[in-house]
């Protein structure tokens, strides 16, 4: 019988399991894109919050680190993007697949599947990947309103069969998934694999501080909320003391924290002011966000940085799927990935076993 867990995924990107890890700004770093392939998934570099050199580093680090194909995330509103997509092009020999959520055109697809780089976007609604696939994707990433980051509100349940009956090209669900019955849910439903991110955020080469981590292993389901406050568009968060702020404030108070996280992101990526200008105008021309919103969705990064890079969860913001208000443990990469499809194995075998003895 074929191995239920070789799919179009597996074949495609060349990983052993039918399981992605996602990109996450300043968590998707090369430790972490190392330890998830070696274990056997597909792991995605976050190069969204990178400026070209740094990303280039990582590029490197990662193939220092592992001979197994991986995924750069970025897109094209971020300082440096046409740099970041010669670089992404250089190292086509290992990066299998690129990741994103708006930007590259039909031209720019067509450059990276001439490389043989799939494109592998990640979308929230079925009219996003319609458009996807029209610009000739390889492969959709749907995530369920339950994900990580920024997200929808229509739950994997519904959205993915809604995206597998609207597209053509292989699907993979995102989205509340940390398990092997996850997958095996997934692969019934149609899709070619699942991706995660929060349950890679919460492993031990998830480079994010303790007391970080901490939040997110005591956090249960009621402490988790989507926030539109933060810059304009709905996004999965921790509850702590910094957000009940955030969503109590006013008009102006959201000016305030757009232009103090610029200058922050300034700082940080070294992007001109009009750099970081046309980086938030490209937000408000596809998202239909005001321009503060839109100086804080190109800005907001710094605040998550501050909780899951210097490791002060009171005075940063930590974006979550929901799925971090059920799990309550930090295993290796090892450790998940062989529980992963030791149970989708299991699950897989039990549904199969009337058919298999010919009851
Ligand atoms: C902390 C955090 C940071 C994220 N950063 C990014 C990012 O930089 N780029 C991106 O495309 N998606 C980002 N996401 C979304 C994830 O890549 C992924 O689609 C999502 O986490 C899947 O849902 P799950 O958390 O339920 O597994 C982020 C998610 C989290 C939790």
Redesign the pocket.
Known sequence: MADPLATLLTERLGCRLPVIQ????W?ATPGLVIASSEAGAFGFL?G??MQPAELEAAILAVKKGTKQPFGV?FHMFQPGAAEIVEIILKHRDQIRAV???RGPDATMIGRFKDAGILCVP?VGAVKHAQKMVQLGVDMV?V?GG????HTGSVASTILLPQVLDAVKVPVIA????DDGRGLAAALAYGAVGI?????F?MTRESPIPDVTKARYVGAGTDDILVSTKVDGLPQRMIRNALLDRIERSSGLGIWRRAIESGLAMKRQTGASFGELFRAAKGMTSHGGLTLPQAMMAASAPML?QKA?VEGDPDHGLM?????AGRLADLPSCAELLGGIERDARARLAALSFPASTGV
Do not use: D, K, W
């Not at 974006?319 to 799925?323: C, E, F, K, M, W």
């Open positions: 996602t990109a996450m700004g968590i976050a969204a919050v995330n990741s994103f959520g990640t990433t995530q339950e994900g990580g980051g995102a989205g509340g998934f991706a995660m991110g929060t349950r955020l998550i899951v974006a979550t799927g929901l799925v």
